[in-house]
């Protein structure tokens, strides 16, 4: 039992640690030598009503303790732990007789449930992940009522304090993952980040890889999904975004539709992604080195039609592939900067006027434009954004070394690729697997019917 002389020092301490909080609402009942703390703006204004000030303010001086004593208030001597409570959205009650007493009313205040804007699906569920980690969790619980599914709670930052949720399904998820992210997101040494994507480059594997190792969705179906595979999704308090670990290149390429509209629409769809993938990366470098290094492979009627829309251009084909594609990644990035409508006009309009008058007034050839304008069109098949910004990025790199060593610059390019994409982990998980056993390609390339689909690849079974 705490003494009155401790209980006011633990109130007077917790004002003290939370001096200069202005949002901070302090309420005092003198005769019944009660003291309430909690954050404006985290509760609810009815829960506040119904569960603390009404019955306080009806009971009588000699009934407190029985008040106290109801299960929905959890009692306290820790001022830390008070704290916290309290910074978490729940009223802090301190009497002179008891221990403090922390009671959860919070209601967050956040926007409703809403359609995916990024990973739209056109057959599948329609609903995203929001800012608040609570409601993010419900969404995932809603689809996997299972008492198999467990959920860590985790904190992030020294100042922030940025609640994170590790969710697994236990049996299905590697318990060496589980460990691993756990203790990479526990042992960071930082002051706070303000989106999972932030702290995703604090827990990867290789932090300098031009690739992303970590999948990102928007989609509770997904993040479902993934569970059911053996993964493990971290969920960011303040962030609509939900992480998969481990996670391989290969499921950049998978969208959800391919699961909602048969095995024949699925199939189809990952293999156009792959010839995209072919298409954005190679096509103008493949240019680029044809008509620097190779004419004899151009057919000659390509050839004529090459020269000639080429006769007035004043630079080598590697300075020319180099400008234009760079002004389409600032007509890409100034449609995504403003707003929506805007953005598509200057995107459309913008790209029409600038090929156009550059082809007329010399500035480069029709066809590399209609090349670059088919390696942008081959970007937006790629499903997850991040990915498909990484490839871009690499085409440069293709395009350079195309134009300084031809074929030769091209294929050593696409070997340090693949070299590069073999030596990537994802939680000590190979970036580029499944390599074995065959059964593992089933939902890579191709998309079997899910008669033949076994959901937990072997590579995440527990071990």
């Known amino acids: 039992m705490i003494t009155m002389n401790n209980q006011k020092y633990m109130y007077d301490e917790v004002l003290k640690k939370l001096t200069n909080c202005d949002d901070l609402v302090k309420r005092s009942f003198p005769e019944l030598d009660i003291n309430i703390l909690y954050i404006g703006h985290l509760v609810g204004t009815e829960e506040l009503d119904q569960d603390v000030l009404t019955p306080i303010a009806q009971i009588k001086k000699d009934e407190v303790i029985h008040l106290l004593g109801r299960s929905q208030y959890q009692s306290c001597d820790d001022s830390s732990k008070v704290i916290k409570g309290i910074l978490a959205g729940k009223a802090a009650i301190f009497h002179k007789k008891n221990q403090s007493y922390l009671i959860d009313i919070y209601v967050p205040k956040t926007r409703a449930v809403t359609a995916a ?3 739209t699906s056109i057959v599948g569920p329609r609903e995203a992940f929001v800012e608040s980690i609570e409601i993010n969790l419900s969404c ?3 689809r996997i009522q299972s008492e198999k599914l467990k959920v860590v709670d985790l904190q992030v930052g020294s100042l922030t304090n940025t609640k994170i949720n590790l969710v697994y399904i236990e049996g299905l998820a590697p318990r060496d993952v589980i460990k691993q992210v756990g203790e990479k997101i526990k042992h960071l040494k930082i002051t706070g980040v303000q989106d999972i994507h932030m702290l995703l480059e ?13 999948l990102t969705t928007e989609r509770p179906d997904v993040a479902a999904s993934k569970l059911l595979e053996g993964k493990v999704i971290g969920l960011f308090d303040g962030s609509p975004y939900a992480f998969t670990a481990p996670t391989t290149f290969w499921e950049f390429f998978q969208s959800p539709d391919d699961y909602n509209r048969g095995w024949v629409f699925g199939t189809f769809s990952r293999v156009l992604r792959f010839i995209a993938l072919i298409i954005m990366t190679n096509l103008t470098a493949l240019y680029v080195a044809l008509v620097s290094f190779h004419y004899e492979m151009i057919p000659v009627d390509l050839l004529k039609s090459l020269l000639e829309s080429r006769s007035k251009v004043p630079f080598p084909p ?5 400008i234009i594609e760079f002004i389409v990644e600032l007509l890409r990035e100034a449609g995504a900067r403003l707003p929506t409508k805007i953005g598509q006009t200057i995107g459309i309009v913008g790209g029409i006027v600038i090929g156009t008058a550059s082809v007329q007034a010399g500035f480069t050839s029709n066809i590399l434009i209609v090349i670059v304008a088919i390696s942008a069109m081959a970007s937006y098949v790629i499903p997850h954004v991040i990915m498909s910004a990484s490839l871009r990025m690499a085409r440069f790199g293709l395009i350079l070394l195309a134009g300084l060593l031809g074929n030769f610059g091209l294929i050593t390019g696409l070997i340090i690729f693949l070299i590069h ?3 990537r982990t994802s939680f000590d998980t190979s970036f580029v697997i499944p390599k074995a056993p065959f059964s593992d390609w089933r939902d890579t390339f191709i998309r079997v019917p899910l008669r033949a689909l076994n959901n937990k690849p072997s590579q995440t079974n527990d071990k």
Not at 202 to 213: A, G, K, T, W
Not at 318 to 322: D, N, S
Request: glycine share 0%.
């Open 117 to 119: 804007e990024i990973e």
């Open 140 to 142: 995932i619980r809603r």
């Open 318 to 322: 590697i300075y020319e592939a180099i």
């Open 421 to 423: 994409l073999s030596r």
């Open 202 to 214: 604090h827990i990867d594997d290789n932090p300098y890889s031009l690739f992303p190792q970590l």
